[in-house]
């Protein structure tokens, strides 16, 4: 059963991604590393509905990001699927100032992401460093991006 705020996260997912496909606000890649691959977006909280939000315990503001991570599995086949782990991870921005950023990891029967919101201003270039290790893996998958989210 879905229950709300899973719903919601999932509707928040499927929206950011649709929103980094076909405008400026959002940002989404992906790295491959072999049998894995990690895929991140990241957008303004002000995407959010305020229902969503609320029900979510996420904070909606001009002033605030989004950073979610997903981690995939490829199998024999070449099928991909999510898998659960670790995520951590630190945002700088352009000066240097690092923060550390907090994942919740948000999981709903198959699909597995893991959400963190930082602080920014407005045309600020962040730069994220971020660390998934897959559960049952031993190594860590490093990647690293760089994003200028601005203020409606």
């Known amino acids: ?16 991604l649709l929103t980094a496909l076909i405008s400026l606000p959002a940002h989404a890649g992906s790295e491959d590393f072999g049998d894995y691959e ?6 303004s909280s002000t995407l959010l509905t305020p229902e969503v939000a609320k029900a979510n315990n996420l904070q909606r503001s001009k002033g605030i ?3 979610n991570i997903a981690i995939m599995h490829k199998d024999e086949s070449g099928v991909i699927k999510p898998v659960t782990g670790q995520v951590e991870g630190k945002v700088s921005n352009d000066i240097q100032q690092v923060k550390f950023l907090a994942f919740r990891r948000i999981q709903e029967g198959d699909s597995v992401y893991f959400i963190a919101q930082y602080q920014y201003s407005s045309a600020e270039l962040m730069t994220f460093n971020v660390t998934a290790r897959p559960s049952g893996h031993s190594q860590d998958l490093p990647v690293r991006f760089a994003h200028t989210l601005f203020n409606d």
């Open 1 to 16: 059963m879905i229950t709300k705020t899973l719903h919601g996260i999932l509707t928040l997912v499927a929206m950011a």
């Open 38 to 43: 990690v895929h991140w977006s990241v957008f």
């Open 65 to 67: 990001g989004i950073v």
